[in-house]
Protein backbone atom coordinates (compact mmCIF):
# COMPACT_ATOMS: atom_id res chain seq x y z
CA UNK A 1 0.00 0.00 0.00
CA UNK A 2 1.21 3.41 -0.64
CA UNK A 3 2.53 6.16 1.46
CA UNK A 4 -0.27 8.24 0.74
CA UNK A 5 -2.99 5.41 0.63
CA UNK A 6 -2.03 4.92 4.23
CA UNK A 7 -2.14 8.55 5.39
CA UNK A 8 -5.39 9.32 3.59
CA UNK A 9 -7.06 6.48 5.05
CA UNK A 10 -5.72 7.42 9.22
CA UNK A 11 -6.68 10.72 8.48
CA UNK A 12 -10.12 9.97 7.41
CA UNK A 13 -10.41 6.81 9.79
CA UNK A 14 -9.86 9.77 12.80
CA UNK A 15 -11.97 12.50 11.03
CA UNK A 16 -15.05 9.71 11.15
CA UNK A 17 -14.22 8.86 14.74
CA UNK A 18 -13.77 12.18 16.04
CA UNK A 19 -17.26 13.18 14.26
CA UNK A 20 -19.08 10.17 15.94
CA UNK A 21 -17.57 10.53 19.54
CA UNK A 22 -18.21 14.99 19.17
CA UNK A 23 -21.73 13.64 18.34
CA UNK A 24 -22.69 10.73 20.93
CA UNK A 25 -20.30 9.43 22.44
CA UNK A 26 -18.55 12.64 24.54
CA UNK A 27 -15.33 11.05 25.67
CA UNK A 28 -12.34 13.39 25.77
CA UNK A 29 -10.73 13.36 22.38
CA UNK A 30 -8.01 11.43 22.43
CA UNK A 31 -9.63 8.56 24.34
CA UNK A 32 -12.97 8.24 22.84
CA UNK A 33 -10.84 7.94 19.22
CA UNK A 34 -8.88 4.93 20.87
CA UNK A 35 -12.12 3.82 22.34
CA UNK A 36 -13.82 3.79 19.01
CA UNK A 37 -11.05 2.37 17.33
CA UNK A 38 -10.87 -0.75 19.85
CA UNK A 39 -13.94 -1.28 19.76
CA UNK A 40 -14.07 -1.49 16.01
CA UNK A 41 -10.91 -3.47 15.66
CA UNK A 42 -12.48 -6.47 18.06
CA UNK A 43 -15.15 -5.98 15.87
CA UNK A 44 -13.98 -7.43 13.19
CA UNK A 45 -11.96 -9.61 15.06
CA UNK A 46 -14.66 -11.31 16.38
CA UNK A 47 -15.88 -11.40 12.43
CA UNK A 48 -13.12 -12.55 11.52
CA UNK A 49 -13.20 -15.79 14.02
CA UNK A 50 -17.36 -16.13 12.70
CA UNK A 51 -15.35 -16.46 9.36
CA UNK A 52 -16.85 -12.52 7.92
CA UNK A 53 -13.47 -11.73 6.94
CA UNK A 54 -13.84 -8.20 6.56
CA UNK A 55 -10.75 -6.42 8.20
CA UNK A 56 -8.77 -7.57 5.36
CA UNK A 57 -8.29 -3.75 3.96
CA UNK A 58 -7.57 -2.30 7.59
CA UNK A 59 -5.54 -4.94 8.08
CA UNK A 60 -3.24 -4.44 5.15
CA UNK A 61 -3.49 -0.61 6.18
CA UNK A 62 -2.22 -0.91 9.34
CA UNK A 63 0.43 -3.72 8.58
CA UNK A 64 1.92 -0.96 6.02
CA UNK A 65 2.80 1.49 8.77
CA UNK A 66 6.09 1.57 10.55
CA UNK A 67 4.30 2.65 13.80
CA UNK A 68 8.05 2.84 16.42
CA UNK A 69 9.74 4.84 13.18
CA UNK A 70 6.08 7.30 12.26
CA UNK A 71 6.52 8.06 16.10
CA UNK A 72 10.12 7.94 17.44
CA UNK A 73 11.20 9.57 13.85
CA UNK A 74 8.18 11.66 12.78
CA UNK A 75 5.46 12.30 15.12
CA UNK A 76 7.37 12.53 18.81
CA UNK A 77 8.90 16.25 17.69
CA UNK A 78 6.30 17.81 16.23
CA UNK A 79 3.98 16.65 19.47
CA UNK A 80 6.94 17.37 21.88
CA UNK A 81 7.39 20.53 20.49
CA UNK A 82 4.02 21.78 20.91
CA UNK A 83 3.04 20.73 24.06
CA UNK A 84 6.97 22.21 25.34
CA UNK A 85 5.56 25.62 23.19
CA UNK A 86 2.85 26.66 25.74
CA UNK A 87 4.49 25.77 29.20
CA UNK A 88 5.56 28.47 31.05
CA UNK A 89 9.13 29.00 32.04
CA UNK A 90 8.63 30.26 35.49
CA UNK A 91 5.90 27.68 36.29
CA UNK A 92 8.57 24.84 35.05
CA UNK A 93 11.62 26.70 37.00
CA UNK A 94 9.19 26.84 39.98
CA UNK A 95 8.75 23.11 39.64
CA UNK A 96 11.89 22.04 38.24
CA UNK A 97 13.36 20.02 41.31
CA UNK A 98 10.15 18.12 41.70
CA UNK A 99 10.04 17.35 37.60
CA UNK A 100 13.72 16.94 37.25
CA UNK A 101 13.16 13.94 40.30
CA UNK A 102 10.35 12.59 38.73
CA UNK A 103 11.69 12.71 34.65
CA UNK A 104 15.07 11.04 35.97
CA UNK A 105 15.19 9.21 39.54
CA UNK A 106 11.24 8.89 39.09
CA UNK A 107 11.51 7.07 35.68
CA UNK A 108 15.03 5.20 36.76
CA UNK A 109 12.96 3.41 39.73
CA UNK A 110 9.50 2.72 38.05
CA UNK A 111 12.29 1.25 35.22
CA UNK A 112 14.20 -1.07 38.09
CA UNK A 113 11.27 -1.72 40.04
CA UNK A 114 8.67 -2.88 36.82
CA UNK A 115 11.66 -5.18 35.61
CA UNK A 116 12.44 -6.95 38.62
CA UNK A 117 8.73 -7.38 39.65
CA UNK A 118 7.74 -8.84 36.10
CA UNK A 119 10.49 -10.72 35.98
CA UNK A 120 9.94 -12.23 39.36
CA UNK A 121 6.20 -12.39 38.17
CA UNK A 122 6.38 -14.16 35.23
CA UNK A 123 8.40 -16.92 36.07
CA UNK A 124 5.67 -17.71 38.53
CA UNK A 125 3.01 -18.13 36.00
CA UNK A 126 6.26 -19.81 33.93
CA UNK A 127 6.69 -17.45 31.60
CA UNK A 128 10.86 -17.19 31.25
CA UNK A 129 11.83 -14.08 30.32
CA UNK A 130 15.19 -12.72 30.46
CA UNK A 131 15.96 -9.85 33.24
CA UNK A 132 17.28 -7.81 31.07
CA UNK A 133 14.17 -7.83 28.68
CA UNK A 134 12.06 -7.25 31.90
CA UNK A 135 14.14 -4.06 32.54
CA UNK A 136 13.56 -2.84 28.30
CA UNK A 137 9.70 -3.50 29.29
CA UNK A 138 10.34 -0.86 32.11
CA UNK A 139 12.00 1.16 30.61
CA UNK A 140 9.31 1.34 28.16
CA UNK A 141 6.50 1.63 30.02
CA UNK A 142 7.53 4.11 32.28
CA UNK A 143 7.33 7.45 30.43
CA UNK A 144 3.75 9.22 30.74
CA UNK A 145 1.92 10.65 28.28
CA UNK A 146 0.04 14.35 28.74
CA UNK A 147 -2.20 14.42 25.95
CA UNK A 148 -5.16 12.75 27.15
CA UNK A 149 -5.02 14.23 30.95
CA UNK A 150 -4.40 17.79 30.35
CA UNK A 151 -8.18 18.66 30.11
CA UNK A 152 -9.56 16.00 32.86
CA UNK A 153 -7.29 18.22 35.08
CA UNK A 154 -8.13 21.44 34.21
CA UNK A 155 -11.78 20.52 34.34
CA UNK A 156 -11.46 18.92 37.83
CA UNK A 157 -9.95 22.05 39.69
CA UNK A 158 -6.60 20.68 39.98
CA UNK A 159 -4.40 23.07 41.23
CA UNK A 160 -2.18 24.58 38.78
CA UNK A 161 1.40 23.63 40.73
CA UNK A 162 0.11 19.72 39.97
CA UNK A 163 -0.84 20.21 36.19
CA UNK A 164 2.89 21.94 35.55
CA UNK A 165 4.44 18.83 37.28
CA UNK A 166 2.02 16.44 35.09
CA UNK A 167 3.30 18.10 31.75
CA UNK A 168 6.52 19.03 32.84
CA UNK A 169 7.67 15.12 33.90
CA UNK A 170 5.87 13.72 31.11
CA UNK A 171 7.85 16.45 28.00
CA UNK A 172 11.24 15.64 29.79
CA UNK A 173 10.35 12.02 30.53
CA UNK A 174 9.97 11.28 27.42
CA UNK A 175 13.16 11.80 25.97
CA UNK A 176 14.95 10.38 29.07
CA UNK A 177 13.13 7.31 28.50
CA UNK A 178 14.11 6.65 25.00
CA UNK A 179 17.52 7.25 26.17
CA UNK A 180 17.35 5.00 28.87
CA UNK A 181 15.06 2.21 26.70
CA UNK A 182 18.18 2.40 24.20
CA UNK A 183 20.83 2.18 26.75
CA UNK A 184 19.47 -1.27 27.85
CA UNK A 185 18.81 -2.45 24.16
CA UNK A 186 22.23 -1.94 23.44
CA UNK A 187 23.07 -4.08 26.73
CA UNK A 188 20.88 -6.59 25.53
CA UNK A 189 21.98 -7.36 22.22
CA UNK A 190 25.86 -6.99 23.21
CA UNK A 191 26.66 -3.92 21.43
CA UNK A 192 28.01 -2.50 24.37
CA UNK A 193 29.87 -3.73 27.68
CA UNK A 194 27.60 -3.91 30.80
CA UNK A 195 30.10 -1.46 32.52
CA UNK A 196 29.29 1.74 34.75
CA UNK A 197 31.38 3.76 32.62
CA UNK A 198 29.89 2.29 28.83
CA UNK A 199 26.25 3.26 30.57
CA UNK A 200 26.93 6.59 31.98
CA UNK A 201 29.11 7.50 28.84
CA UNK A 202 26.11 6.27 26.67
CA UNK A 203 23.86 8.51 28.93
CA UNK A 204 25.82 11.75 28.54
CA UNK A 205 26.41 11.68 24.98
CA UNK A 206 22.54 11.32 24.28
CA UNK A 207 21.34 12.63 26.93
CA UNK A 208 23.39 15.84 27.85
CA UNK A 209 23.88 15.96 23.86
CA UNK A 210 20.53 16.48 23.27
CA UNK A 211 20.17 19.28 26.48
CA UNK A 212 23.23 21.36 25.00
CA UNK A 213 21.72 20.87 21.24
CA UNK A 214 18.39 21.76 21.68
CA UNK A 215 19.56 24.95 23.82
CA UNK A 216 21.64 25.59 20.50
CA UNK A 217 18.93 24.99 18.24
CA UNK A 218 16.39 27.49 19.94
CA UNK A 219 18.89 30.29 20.50
CA UNK A 220 19.47 29.71 16.45
CA UNK A 221 15.84 29.82 15.77
CA UNK A 222 15.01 32.28 18.45
CA UNK A 223 17.76 35.09 16.72
CA UNK A 224 15.98 34.09 13.30
CA UNK A 225 12.29 35.04 14.53
CA UNK A 226 13.69 37.62 16.02
CA UNK A 227 15.24 39.68 12.78
CA UNK A 228 12.26 39.39 10.49
CA UNK A 229 8.41 40.42 11.24
CA UNK A 230 6.46 38.11 9.24
CA UNK A 231 4.23 35.12 10.43
CA UNK A 232 4.39 32.70 7.66
CA UNK A 233 8.29 32.88 7.43
CA UNK A 234 8.23 32.29 11.66
CA UNK A 235 5.95 29.38 11.13
CA UNK A 236 8.24 28.13 8.70
CA UNK A 237 11.27 28.60 10.74
CA UNK A 238 9.88 26.85 13.72
CA UNK A 239 8.78 23.79 11.34
CA UNK A 240 11.97 23.57 10.59
CA UNK A 241 13.38 23.08 13.96
CA UNK A 242 10.92 20.38 14.90
CA UNK A 243 11.56 18.60 10.73
CA UNK A 244 15.43 19.15 10.41
CA UNK A 245 16.36 20.02 13.79
CA UNK A 246 14.86 16.78 14.83
CA UNK A 247 16.72 14.39 12.06
CA UNK A 248 19.68 16.48 12.48
CA UNK A 249 19.62 15.58 16.09
CA UNK A 250 19.42 11.93 15.35
CA UNK A 251 22.44 11.97 12.76
CA UNK A 252 24.51 13.52 15.56
CA UNK A 253 23.58 10.50 17.77
CA UNK A 254 22.15 12.98 20.73
CA UNK A 255 18.45 12.95 22.03
CA UNK A 256 15.96 14.75 19.69
CA UNK A 257 13.13 14.21 22.04
CA UNK A 258 14.63 16.03 24.89
CA UNK A 259 16.09 18.30 22.29
CA UNK A 260 12.46 19.18 20.62
CA UNK A 261 11.16 20.43 24.24
CA UNK A 262 14.33 22.48 25.08
CA UNK A 263 13.75 23.88 22.14
CA UNK A 264 10.01 24.20 22.29
CA UNK A 265 10.45 25.81 25.64
CA UNK A 266 13.22 28.59 24.55
CA UNK A 267 10.78 29.62 21.91
CA UNK A 268 7.63 29.59 23.50
CA UNK A 269 9.34 31.81 26.48
CA UNK A 270 11.47 33.75 24.73
CA UNK A 271 11.20 33.81 21.59
CA UNK A 272 7.15 34.66 22.25
CA UNK A 273 8.16 37.43 24.75
CA UNK A 274 11.04 39.00 22.31
CA UNK A 275 10.86 37.91 18.89
CA UNK A 276 7.21 37.67 17.80
CA UNK A 277 4.32 40.25 17.28
CA UNK A 278 0.82 39.52 18.72
CA UNK A 279 -0.47 38.42 15.58
CA UNK A 280 2.75 36.01 15.03
CA UNK A 281 1.90 34.67 18.31
CA UNK A 282 -2.04 34.10 17.73
CA UNK A 283 -0.67 32.56 14.29
CA UNK A 284 2.01 30.42 15.41
CA UNK A 285 -0.53 28.88 18.31
CA UNK A 286 -3.28 28.33 16.48
CA UNK A 287 -0.91 26.38 13.31
CA UNK A 288 0.81 23.75 16.30
CA UNK A 289 -2.25 23.39 18.20
CA UNK A 290 -3.92 22.18 15.03
CA UNK A 291 -0.72 20.69 13.96
CA UNK A 292 -1.00 18.88 17.66
CA UNK A 293 -4.78 17.86 17.49
CA UNK A 294 -4.33 16.01 14.05
CA UNK A 295 -1.04 14.21 15.15
CA UNK A 296 -2.26 13.44 18.59
CA UNK A 297 -5.94 12.27 16.64
CA UNK A 298 -4.07 10.03 14.12
CA UNK A 299 -1.91 8.37 16.89
CA UNK A 300 -4.35 7.32 18.94
CA UNK A 301 -6.68 5.90 15.85
CA UNK A 302 -3.33 3.90 15.74
CA UNK A 303 -2.94 2.66 18.60
CA UNK A 304 -6.76 1.46 18.40
CA UNK A 305 -6.24 -0.66 15.72
CA UNK A 306 -3.32 -1.45 15.71
CA UNK A 307 -4.65 -4.13 17.95
CA UNK A 308 -5.46 -6.07 13.91
CA UNK A 309 -2.34 -7.07 13.90
CA UNK A 310 -0.71 -8.21 17.36
CA UNK A 311 0.01 -11.61 18.37
CA UNK A 312 -2.42 -12.47 21.67
CA UNK A 313 -2.00 -15.47 23.36
CA UNK A 314 -3.49 -16.95 26.97
CA UNK A 315 0.19 -16.73 28.33
CA UNK A 316 0.45 -12.97 26.85
CA UNK A 317 -3.18 -12.32 28.00
CA UNK A 318 -2.11 -13.04 31.97
CA UNK A 319 1.11 -11.78 31.52
CA UNK A 320 -0.88 -8.16 30.92
CA UNK A 321 -2.91 -8.57 33.50
CA UNK A 322 -0.29 -9.51 35.59
CA UNK A 323 1.78 -6.18 34.00
CA UNK A 324 -0.93 -3.79 35.16
CA UNK A 325 -0.79 -3.53 38.64
CA UNK A 326 2.95 -3.97 38.84
CA UNK A 327 3.16 -0.79 36.77
CA UNK A 328 1.07 1.40 38.99
CA UNK A 329 2.65 0.12 41.86
CA UNK A 330 6.12 1.05 40.31
CA UNK A 331 4.65 4.95 39.64
CA UNK A 332 3.25 4.85 42.58
CA UNK A 333 7.01 4.14 44.21
CA UNK A 334 8.83 6.63 41.54
CA UNK A 335 6.44 9.19 43.01
CA UNK A 336 6.62 9.01 46.55
CA UNK A 337 10.57 8.45 46.95
CA UNK A 338 11.12 11.94 44.46
CA UNK A 339 7.92 14.01 46.66
CA UNK A 340 9.32 12.41 50.00
CA UNK A 341 12.62 13.63 49.94
CA UNK A 342 11.52 16.68 48.97
CA UNK A 343 8.66 17.67 51.08
CA UNK A 344 11.40 18.46 53.94
CA UNK A 345 12.21 21.66 51.54
CA UNK A 346 8.34 22.66 50.00
CA UNK A 347 5.09 21.61 50.66
CA UNK A 348 2.75 19.84 48.17
CA UNK A 349 -1.00 20.43 47.32
CA UNK A 350 -2.99 17.32 49.17
CA UNK A 351 -3.67 14.91 47.32
CA UNK A 352 -0.80 15.34 45.24
CA UNK A 353 0.59 11.66 45.01
CA UNK A 354 -2.85 10.32 44.53
CA UNK A 355 -2.73 12.44 40.92
CA UNK A 356 0.34 11.98 40.29
CA UNK A 357 0.30 8.40 40.36
CA UNK A 358 -3.25 7.66 38.44
CA UNK A 359 -2.63 10.24 36.36
CA UNK A 360 0.90 8.77 34.59
CA UNK A 361 -0.90 7.37 31.91
CA UNK A 362 1.43 5.68 29.24
CA UNK A 363 0.50 6.35 25.69
CA UNK A 364 1.47 5.86 22.20
CA UNK A 365 5.72 6.14 23.02
CA UNK A 366 5.46 3.08 25.15
CA UNK A 367 3.63 1.12 21.89
CA UNK A 368 5.98 2.62 19.43
CA UNK A 369 9.13 1.72 21.44
CA UNK A 370 7.96 -2.17 22.22
CA UNK A 371 7.43 -2.40 18.12
CA UNK A 372 11.04 -0.65 17.86
CA UNK A 373 12.19 -3.87 19.46
CA UNK A 374 14.33 -6.30 17.30
CA UNK A 375 12.23 -9.89 16.30
CA UNK A 376 13.31 -12.43 19.01
CA UNK A 377 11.75 -14.87 21.27
CA UNK A 378 10.59 -12.22 23.53
CA UNK A 379 9.32 -9.53 20.95
CA UNK A 380 5.71 -10.27 20.96
CA UNK A 381 4.85 -10.66 24.81
CA UNK A 382 6.68 -7.29 25.48
CA UNK A 383 4.50 -6.04 22.29
CA UNK A 384 1.01 -7.87 23.55
CA UNK A 385 2.06 -6.83 27.33
CA UNK A 386 2.81 -2.80 26.61
CA UNK A 387 -0.18 -3.09 24.87
CA UNK A 388 -2.15 -4.19 27.49
CA UNK A 389 -1.31 -2.14 30.05
CA UNK A 390 -1.36 1.15 27.83
CA UNK A 391 -4.96 0.23 26.94
CA UNK A 392 -6.03 -0.28 30.38
CA UNK A 393 -3.82 3.41 31.25
CA UNK A 394 -5.68 5.60 29.00
CA UNK A 395 -9.60 4.02 29.21
CA UNK A 396 -9.41 3.16 33.06
CA UNK A 397 -7.15 5.64 34.18
CA UNK A 398 -7.92 8.28 31.84
CA UNK A 399 -11.88 7.85 32.05
CA UNK A 400 -11.77 8.02 35.91
CA UNK A 401 -9.20 10.66 36.74
CA UNK A 402 -11.70 13.19 36.82
CA UNK A 403 -13.37 12.00 39.36
CA UNK A 404 -10.25 10.95 41.04
CA UNK A 405 -8.90 14.76 41.09
CA UNK A 406 -12.20 16.04 42.06
CA UNK A 407 -12.51 13.59 45.13
CA UNK A 408 -8.83 14.72 46.24
CA UNK A 409 -9.40 18.43 45.90
CA UNK A 410 -12.95 17.97 48.22
CA UNK A 411 -11.28 15.99 50.72
CA UNK A 412 -8.59 18.61 50.65
CA UNK A 413 -11.10 20.97 51.46
CA UNK A 414 -13.20 19.31 54.12
CA UNK A 415 -9.86 19.07 55.53
CA UNK A 416 -9.23 22.56 55.53
CA UNK A 417 -12.32 22.88 56.99
Not at 119 to 147: E, K, Q, R, Y
Not at 219 to 229: C, G, N
Not at 264 to 269: A, D, P, S, T
Request: charged residues 10%.
Amino acid sequence: METFDVVAGLTTLAALFAWINHRWVRLPTAIGLMVIALVLSLALVVLGLAGWNVSAPLVTMVGAVDFDRALLHGMLGALLFAGALHVNLDDLLEQRWVIGLLATVGLLVSTLVVGGLTWWGFSLVGIDVPLLHCFLFGALISPTDPIAVMAILHRAGVPHSVETKVVGESLFNDGVAVVVFGVILALASGEHAVSAGGVLELLAVEAGGGIVYGLVLGWVAYRMLRSVDNYQVEIFITLAVVTGGYALGHRLGVSAPLAMVLAGVLIGNHGRAFAMSQRTRERLDAFWELVDEILNAVLFVLIGVEVLVLQFGRAYFVAGLLAIPIVLGARWISVVLPVGVLRFRRAFSPGAVTILTWGGLRGGISVALALSLPTGAHRDLLVAVTYMVVSFSIIAQGLTLGPVAERVRRVGVEREA
